[in-house]
Nanobody
Framework: VQLQAFGGGLVQAGGSLRLSCAASGRTSSSYVMGWFRQAPGKEREFVAAIVRSDGSTYYADSVKGRFTISRDNAKKTAYLQMNSLKPEDTAVYYC??????????WGRGTQVTVSS
């Protein structure tokens, strides 16, 4: 499975961005696609995830109410709509696919920078 994330950029605080992550290659029908982020000097952290089969979603507390994850199964693509962005959301964002209990496949990150 190959993943390609795009949509990052520079935005002012309070603004919005939408990230996309397209999967290619062999994928099962029941994988989970997640978004993670890593800020400079910090550990990578979970942001959101969506179950491909039933659309169940999960969010980190820090983004609940501001970020929305969705998916288009036909396009094998997941989206992360980020609203009310804060400077602390600045990070490199990664998408990943979980198989079983492990996020096994990772895409290259996309930089999100929120200016104050």
């Amino acid at each position: 499975v190959q993943l390609q994330a795009f949509g990052g950029g520079l935005v002012q605080a309070g603004g919005s961005l939408r990230l996309s992550c397209a999967a290619s290659g062999r994928t099962s029908s029941s994988y989970v696609m997640g978004w993670f982020r890593q800020a400079p000097g910090k550990e990578r952290e979970f942001v959101a995830a969506i179950v491909r089969s039933d659309g169940s979603t999960y969010y980190a507390d820090s983004v609940k109410g501001r970020f929305t994850i969705s998916r288009d199964n036909a396009k094998k693509t997941a989206y992360l709509q980020m609203n009310s962005l804060k400077p602390e959301d600045t990070a490199v964002y990664y998408c990943a696919v979980r198989v079983g209990n492990e996020y096994k496949f990772w895409g290259r990150g996309t930089q999100v920078t929120v200016s104050s």
